[in-house]
């Protein structure tokens, strides 16, 4: 599990559930006693029909602790909601307690009269049960792990030893996917600028940030004013500013193709590099998309330097749980937002741009090509007030990093950057007549030109192999996505 850094809450609302939905899955109906699973924790619903797609929505308020459970290789132990909760988990030594939560109640019950080590009390987690959790008490960013051991009951539930697995052991053979947008007010948010304010709207009138800020539904806006100091190395010393907002409505994308002929090669390649018999999905995809909009503004003369440096000034963080059929997917999503400066010290600008589009950016699976990334963004800009003075050459970023994992696995990094490029060119002349004690005349000529972008960069992580794919060897790069265009030019 990564270290996370203490954060400071978005204010009490955010304690809601993370992801804003038109509705959650249900269950499909009912399933036949000789297909349910032999664990008396275990539901008596079922899965979608394996013709149809599990559906794939935000977790329920309900579903905030919820746990299915699977028993691969047995008759009817596909996965299934269950009554089982984890009670505790111990990341170093991969122990949980697993408790039942009696029928009726929202707390889990005793276990009852302690067994043996090594022995199963009737109804209870078994040897080859392979558990997904939504965050729980010592596992945070949710839990997917298989039980290899009972170790024996104790007051507060079944204590297991646990290994880690896949999706594919839950998911098997079915479908699913969906695209379900982030809920703005579950950001845990930590400032690392003083003036860093944060803003959202939410269904219901709900709003939280600076009274007067105007933010759509479901969205984001992190606003930061700061100046820039001078360099070390910059070659002249120089006072700038830089001030707006970074506004997203980012949403998770993720789905799941179990129903193909899953390529022995996959089969293979998993068995080899993991151990596992499961066979893995013909396709997945895991990513993160929304739309963006930004205002912001770069005044004064910059003392930056060749080499690009960035100043993160807000870092953002969310575990949404996705319900894809009976399961809880748990997303974990990380925001930095920072702004970047480069250039030779000298140019000063006054300069203001709105931008507004939409991004993409993820890893997609399939049996012929493996691993490879999606990339896309569509921007446009208009700058609010241009002016670019003296010679020289500058160029801001105003963006965020993004990081979407599963269960505290890193999958997919994206760096979305649009920016501001100014540069100015020209010469100084100076004419004294030959004897002559006249003041000489002087001529400065040159352009200066004003360009704006975006680079939209990232990696594919080996942890993508959660899905039960093989295991990617090396990060893969996203690849970068270049584009810039003229905003403003004119004469000095």
Not at 156 to 164: F, I, L, R, S, Y
Request: charged share 15%; glycine share 12%.
């Amino acid at each position: 599990m990564r270290k996370r850094p203490s954060r400071a809450l978005v204010p009490a609302l955010a304690a809601s559930a993370l992801f804003l939905a038109a509705g959650c899955s249900a269950d499909p109906g009912q399933s036949s006693a000789a297909a349910r699973t032999p664990d008396a924790g275990v539901s008596a619903t079922s899965t979608a029909n394996s013709d149809q797609p599990l559906a794939v929505a935000a977790a329920p308020a309900a579903a905030a602790t919820s746990t299915a459970v699977a028993r691969p290789g047995t008759a009817g132990g596909k996965a299934r909601k269950t009554s089982l909760k984890v009670k505790s988990y111990d990341s170093h030594t991969r122990r949980a307690v697993i408790s039942t939560v009696a029928k009726g109640t929202s707390s889990p019950s005793p276990t009852g009269t302690p067994t043996p080590a090594g022995t199963t009390a009737p109804g209870r987690t078994a040897v080859g049960d392979v558990i997904a959790s939504a965050p729980a008490p010592g596992a945070p960013d949710g839990l997917l792990a298989k039980v290899t051991k009972v170790i024996g009951e104790t007051a507060d539930g079944t204590e297991v030893q646990t290994a880690p697995t896949t999706l594919d052991t839950l998911l098997g053979g079915d479908d699913a996917k969906g695209t379900v947008p982030v809920d703005p007010a579950s950001f845990d948010v930590e400032r690392l600028l003083p003036d860093v304010k944060v803003s959202w709207a939410k269904t219901g009138d709900i709003h939280s940030g600076p009274e007067g800020t105007k933010v759509p539904l479901g969205s984001l806006r992190v606003d930061v004013a700061t100046k820039v100091a001078t360099a070390e190395g910059a070659p002249a010393s120089a006072d700038a500013s830089v001030s707006g907002f970074v506004q997203v409505k980012p949403e998770v994308d993720f789905s799941y193709g179990g129903g193909a002929s899953t390529a022995a090669t996959a089969s293979a390649a998993s068995t080899a590099s993991t151990g596992s018999t499961a066979s893995g999905p013909g396709a997945a995809y895991l990513g993160v998309s929304g739309d963006w909009t930004s205002q912001w503004a770069l005044k004064g003369r910059a003392g930056a330097t060749a080499k690009p440096v960035r100043l993160p000034f807000a870092k953002l963080h969310a575990d949404p749980v996705l319900q894809v059929g009976p399961i809880p997917v748990v997303v974990n999503l990380d925001l930095t937002c920072y702004f970047e400066i480069s250039g030779d010290g000298r140019v000063t600008v006054d300069v203001e741009q709105d931008l507004k589009g939409d991004f993409k950016a993820g890893g997609t699976f399939g049996t012929a090509a493996g691993w490879t990334p999606v990339n896309e963004s569509h921007m446009d800009s208009s700058p609010v007030r241009t002016s670019v003075t003296t010679a020289g050459s500058v160029k801001a970023a105003l963006g965020a990093q993004a990081t979407v994992g599963l269960y505290g696995a890193v999958g997919v990094t994206a760096d979305l950057a649009p920016y501001l490029r100014g540069e100015a060119a020209g010469t100084v002349t100076a004419t004294t007549p030959v004897g002559s004690g006249t003041k000489s005349d002087v001529a400065a000529s040159g352009s200066w030109a004003l360009y704006g972008g975006l680079d939209l960069s990232g990696t594919l992580q080996i942890q993508l192999a959660i899905f039960g794919t093989p295991v990617i060897q090396h990060a893969i790069p996203l690849g970068t996505l270049h584009r810039e265009w003229k905003l403003a030019d004119g004469k000095m």
